[in-house]
C-alpha cells in the first residue's frame, strides 16, 4: 500500500504531551518527515529522519518510528502548535512521495 | 537566504491548460529534486510530481499523470509544471517544494516550500 494514516485529530491540554502517529507500509523502508500547517500558510518541516530537527523548531517536537509506524510527539504544547500535521515518505516503490492524512491539533 | 515562488494560477476552463513556474533563489538549484504538492481547499496535502536534478527523470502521481508535465530550467533556476486537460478536481494551491535526500540514511523530506498558487478549474 501507498497510504499513510493518520488519526483526523486529537488535542491536548496546554503544557500536556501529545502524541500525533502515521502508519504504513512504507514506512518499514524509510523515515517519515513531519509537516506544520498553519491556516492560510504553507507547510513547515518540523522532523525528519530518525529524530532532527530543522533550525528554529522548538525541541518540545521529537519524532520516533517503529515498524510501520512513525510518531511525533509535542512535549509541553504550546497554544502556537495548533495546526494540521502531515507525514510524508516516499511510497514502497520509491518513485513517489506520499502524505498522511492529516491530523488537526487542538490545544485547549 | 532560500526562497520558492509559485505563480501562474489563476481561473480555467475544464479541459484548458495553464503552466505553472517557480523561481528559485539562495540556493544551487541544480543540485536539488524538485516536486509538486497540491491542496485542494479544505482538504490535505497531496504529492503530484517530481523532477531529478538535472530534468532527467520525472515522476507523477496517477491522478495526474498523462495530464501534466514536470520540467526544470537549471540555467534560469525555475521549476514548471505543465497543466492539461484540468478538471474541477484539480481545484487546489499548488506548492513547489524542494527535497532533500539521504539515501544511505533512508531519510527524504522537504525543507523549504514555496508560498503557493491557487488553480481553479470553474465554467
Known amino acids: 500500500s501507498s497510504e499513510l494514516t493518520q488519526d483526523p485529530a486529537v488535542s491536548v491540554a496546554l503544557g500536556q504531551t501529545v502524541r500525533i502517529t502515521c502508519q504504513g507500509d512504507s514506512l518499514r523502508s524509510y523515515y517519515a518527515s513531519w509537516y506544520q500547517q498553519k491556516p492560510g500558510q504553507a507547510p513547515v518541516l518540523v522532523i525528519y529522519?530518525?529524530?532532527n530537527r530543522p533550525s528554529g523548531i522548538p525541541d518540545r517536537f521529537s519524532g520516533s518510528s517503529s515498524g510501520n509506524t512513525a510518531s511525533l510527539t509535542i512535549t509541553g504544547a504550546q497554544a502556537e502548535d495548533e495546526a494540521d500535521y502531515y507525514c510524508?515518505?516516499?511510497?514502497?516503490?520509491?518513485?513517489?512521495?506520499?502524505f498522511g492524512t492529516g491530523t488537526k491539533v487542538t490545544v485547549l | 537566504e532560500v526562497q520558492l515562488v509559485e505563480s501562474g494560477g489563476g481561473l480555467v476552463q475544464p479541459g484548458g491548460s495553464l503552466r505553472l513556474s517557480c523561481a528559485a533563489s539562495g540556493f544551487t538549484f541544480s543540485s536539488y529534486w524538485m516536486h509538486w504538492v497540491r491542496q485542494a481547499p479544505g482538504k490535505g496535502l497531496v504529492w503530484v510530481s517530481r523532477?531529478?536534478?538535472?530534468?532527467?527523470?520525472?515522476s507523477y502521481a496517477d491522478s495526474v499523470k498523462g495530464r501534466f508535465t514536470i520540467s526544470r530550467d537549471n540555467a534560469k533556476n525555475t521549476l514548471y509544471l505543465q497543466m492539461n486537460s484540468l478538471r474541477a478536481e484539480d481545484t487546489a494551491v499548488y506548492y513547489c517544494a524542494r527535497e532533500v535526500g539521504i539515501a544511505v540514511a533512508a531519510t527524504y523530506y522537504f525543507d523549504y516550500w514555496g508560498q503557493g498558487t491557487l488553480v481553479t478549474v470553474s465554467s
Open positions: 523532477i531529478n536534478s538535472d530534468g532527467s527523470s520525472t
Open positions: 529522519g530518525k529524530n
Open positions: 510524508n515518505s516516499r511510497d514502497s516503490s520509491g518513485n513517489h512521495r506520499v
